[in-house]
């Protein structure tokens, strides 16, 4: 076919003026949009706030914004727009109470699309691929299920606090040992002695390059998503991403694997029962029962999902609770005080003294508010119909950030909101919250809990309370152990985090010392029925 019979013969004046008339409408159509979404920082033109945009921890620019363009502000990224939420009603009012429509996820084409394939629940679309995944996790973490995974939280937590015995100056490594173990104990049935396990090793790496791949800017498949379907002797980029994704999805299998040899080995000498409980060894049981419609490389990225989000927010968080303690040392001695009166010397905290420890479990919950690890809300969520919410317009297609450091440190729901303050989370002082606003306590939070670190409605966290359970057990041991105290002189700067969308205080040094002879004992004596308990999760090996 001629060329000429494909393009219109017009006139270089009709071309000029439709070159120049596409982006004026552009232009003009977003000036209006603009104009109907919440306010914000003014836009340029195409390009959007790109250039005010922080390149460094931009949950506190985002922070300070909410000042002034108000609790629900737009930012545009180019063309596209991100309404940030920074007070936790409003966040209640849209991702819970009208979750219907927001809670997908924003397309991430290099990172959900090539290197998962759309396997992962972390970034997938809400639909239902989402839903069936949704649904497995929480078969395998209902309230009969977390009660299970218990015994390990507590024997983990018990040989966390021996271990910081004889190795206090490697505590980050050692809380992430803690971590790592209970969560491949509670995925597959096995513990982690050490983070040179080859597993351990790849796990670190598959979350390093899914980061990379998700840096504003690196790819320009994001802002033009038809190159994904570029040939791959076309584009090396893409055929990087796409090995690296089957990387992880073979290591994935694989795990599946050694969960599956286990259970036949144990049904063919009848020790089925002996053999842990893990969320692996029940999805794998339920498969045998009911069609699950996933391939078996979609069915192992769901235990597989649970390392990825919860092992590395878990120990995040405890190493905020230590810059806590090192910094607001009255909070110590008052978490001292209770697990003395409470537990007395002989041995240490444990599940069922969790009713009887309220500063402890206080304690918890306001590391969570202080210093919310998934500090953007974690992944955004992004909305799927358009909507109206207090007089403004936001299109279907929007990205949802729910900045949980803007909500958590918002002054009007927690007074003096950078002093770390457990008793703010007593059952008494929210049960007070509820009746009003008061001068010193500030409004009541929507939520339950009274804080929102672990996200919102159908998106919420499902690992929430297995994470809460972990934190409560192995912070409840570690206070009742150790002094946990500033190096003499040392200054501490309690803003110094890392990037990226899970955050980390910046490494810091400081004394853990055990409080005396008879805690170093109990320690040590609790240690070894820890270790025997957890003889049957056999290690993944180095
Ligand atoms: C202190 C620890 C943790 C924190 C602060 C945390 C926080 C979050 C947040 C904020 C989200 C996003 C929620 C939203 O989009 O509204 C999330 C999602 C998720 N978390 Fe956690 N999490 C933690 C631990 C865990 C654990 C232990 C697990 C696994 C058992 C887990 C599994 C997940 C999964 C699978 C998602 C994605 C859910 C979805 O997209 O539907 N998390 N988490």
Redesign the pocket.
């Given at each position: 076919m001629a060329l000429a019979s494909i393009i219109p013969l017009w006139s270089p004046y009709t071309w000029l003026s439709l070159i120049v008339a596409a982006p004026l409408l552009i232009f003009i159509h977003d000036v209006i949009l603009q104009y109907r979404m919440p306010p914000g920082p003014r836009p340029l033109p195409f390009v959007g706030n790109k250039f005010v945009l922080p390149k460094s921890q931009p949950w506190v620019k985002f922070q300070e914004w909410s000042k002034i363009y108000g609790p629900i502000f737009t930012i545009w990224i180019g063309r596209r727009p991100t309404v940030v939420i920074s007070d936790p009603v409003v966040a209640v009012e849209l991702?819970e109470k009208r979750s219907n429509k927001y809670?997908s996820?924003p397309r991430m084409v290099a990172m959900g699309e090539l290197y998962w394939d759309n396997a992962s629940?972390?970034?997938?679309p809400y639909g239902k691929e989402?839903s069936i995944?949704?649904k497995l996790?929480h078969y395998a973490?209902t309230p009969r299920a977390l009660r299970l995974y218990k015994p390990v939280q507590e024997a983990e937590a018990s040989r966390l606090c021996f271990q910081l015995l004889h190795d206090p100056a490697n505590w980050e490594k050692l809380l992430e040992r803690f971590?790592s173990s209970?969560?491949f104990s509670?995925?597959y049935g096995h513990r982690i002695d050490s983070l040179n396990a080859e597993v351990i090793r790849q796990r670190f790496e598959f979350m390093q390059y899914s980061a990379s791949l998700n840096v504003p800017g690196r790819y320009a498949v994001e802002s033009f998503p038809f190159l994904k379907h570029m040939p791959d002797f076309l584009a090396p980029w893409k055929r990087d991403i796409k090995e690296h994704g089957k990387l992880e999805a073979n290591a994935n299998l694989a795990l599946l694997d050694v969960v599956s040899q286990d259970m036949a080995r144990a049904k063919a000498t009848s020790q089925l029962e002996s053999l842990p409980d893990s969320?692996c060894k029940l999805l794998l049981e339920l498969r045998e029962t009911q069609h699950i419609p996933l391939s078996d490389r979609d069915f192992a990225f769901v235990p597989a999902?649970?390392f990825?989000?919860?092992?590395d927010?878990?120990a995040?968080?405890l190493c905020s609770a230590f810059l806590a303690l090192i910094t607001h040392p009255e909070t110590l001695e008052a978490a001292h005080e209770e697990v003395d009166r409470v537990i007395g010397a002989d041995r240490t905290p444990a599940f069922e003294d969790e009713q009887n420890l309220p500063y402890i479990r206080a304690l918890a919950k306001e590391v969570?508010r202080w210093r919310?690890?998934?500090v953007l809300?974690?992944?955004?969520?992004a909305s799927t119909e358009d909507d109206k919410y207090q007089g403004y317009f936001i299109p279907a297609g929007t990205t949802i950030l729910?900045n949980?450091w803007a909500i958590n440190l918002n002054d009007e729901y927690y007074p003096n909101p950078q002093h770390f303050h457990p008793p703010r989370f007593l059952d008494s002082t929210l049960a007070e919250k509820t009746k009003g606003p008061t001068l010193e306590h500030g409004r009541a939070h929507p939520a339950k809990s009274g804080h929102?670190?672990?996200?919102?409605?159908?998106?919420?966290?499902?690992?929430?309370d297995?994470?809460?359970n972990?934190?409560y057990v192995a912070l409840a041991k570690l206070v009742w152990a150790y002094d946990i105290l500033p190096i003499p002189n040392r200054r501490y700067d309690v803003f110094a985090y890392t990037e990226g969308f899970?955050i980390r205080p910046r490494k810091f040094e400081c004394i853990i010392r055990v409080r005396s002879e008879a805690h170093r004992r109990v320690l040590e004596r609790e240690n070894a029925e820890a270790e025997k308990y957890m003889d049957k999760f056999t290690p993944f090996v180095e």
């Open positions: 991702m809670s996820r629940i972390l970034v997938q989402w995944r949704r996790l973490l971590t209970v969560v509670v995925a969320l999902s649970l990825g989000a919860g092992s927010t878990t995040s968080t969570l919310p690890v998934a809300g974690g992944t955004p969520h729910g949980s929102s670190s672990f996200g919102w409605g159908r998106r919420i966290c499902p690992g929430a297995l994470a809460a972990s934190l899970n």
